[in-house]
T-cell receptor, first 115, second 117 residues
Framework: DTGVSQDPRHKITKRGQNVTFRCDPI?????LYWYRQTLGQGPEFLTY????????KSRLLSDRFSAERPKGSFSTLEIQRTEQGDSAMYLC?????????????FGAGTRLSVL | AQKITQTQPGMFVQEKEAVTLDCTYD???????LFWYKQPSSGEMIFLIY??????QNATEGRYSLNFQKARKSANLVISASQLGDSAMYFC??????????????FGKGTRLSVIA
């Protein structure tokens, strides 16, 4: 399978705990994105990387959120001191910016439940 | 700022019939891209079709076609010969010029399509 892979698929945690999600993009894709999707809404952009550089962060990304993409390969999204409002689906996508299309391909997501 | 509006929260279609899902957009960018994604109950966002703002012809991918009307700022998805497996949420999305950094996708709220046997 050469698609975008996300791990874990589901995470249940208690309020105040830290959680970390991993995303493995399609190989040779140079851009990697994180989105958050709450129930009944479309995904909302959080942040994206080009290779290892984090180029943009949404104002949705509070200080408790941090993302990394070491060596421009996989990426991690960490949420510190989780709150119930963090409960959502976290989606990762990757794309290759070489043509004008820049189509983003998504993983299956990590569903976070904060109790 | 970019905005996507999907006015149909839910749609029903008979199996083997065609259905149109509406999408209007707003942007001040001259160069932009429009996308449709399908999200089954499993949660994965599946890319369906892409239309560039400078493409003169409407995009088609198998049973999917995008009815692009630039002056009206609409990008409706047409699904022909609906199948039971087409039942899912459908999201319209757009992004600006990727070479000027306007890469993140902006999504609408989605339309839930139910195909009836």
């Amino acid at each position: 399978d050469t698609g975008v892979s996300q791990d874990p698929r589901h995470k249940i945690t208690k309020r105040g705990q830290n959680v970390t999600f991993r995303c493995d993009p399609i190989s040779e894709h140079n851009r990697l994105y994180w989105y958050r999707q709450t129930l009944g809404q479309g995904p909302e952009f959080l942040t994206y990387f080009q290779n290892e550089a984090q180029l943009e962060k949404s104002r949705l990304l509070s200080d408790r959120f941090s993302a990394e993409r070491p060596k421009g390969s996989f990426s991690t999204l960490e949420i510190q001191r989780t709150e119930q409002g963090d409960s959502a689906m976290y989606l990762c996508a990757s794309s290759l910016v070489r043509t004008g299309e820049n189509i983003q391909y998504f993983g299956a997501g990590t569903r976070l439940s904060v109790l | 700022a970019q905005k996507i509006t999907q006015t149909q929260p839910g749609m029903f279609v008979q199996e083997k019939e065609a259905v149109t899902l509406d999408c209007t957009y707003d942007t001040s960018d001259q160069s932009y891209g429009l996308f449709w994604y399908k999200q089954p109950s499993s949660g994965e966002m599946i890319f369906l079709i892409y239309q560039g703002s400078y493409d003169e012809q409407n995009a088609t991918e198998g049973r999917y076609s995008l009815n692009f009307q630039k002056a009206r700022k609409s990008a409706n998805l047409v699904i022909s010969a609906s199948q039971l497996g087409d039942s899912a949420m459908y999201f319209c999305a757009m992004r600006g010029n990727p070479f000027s950094g306007n890469t993140p996708l902006v999504f609408g709220k989605g339309t839930r399509l139910s195909v009836i046997a």
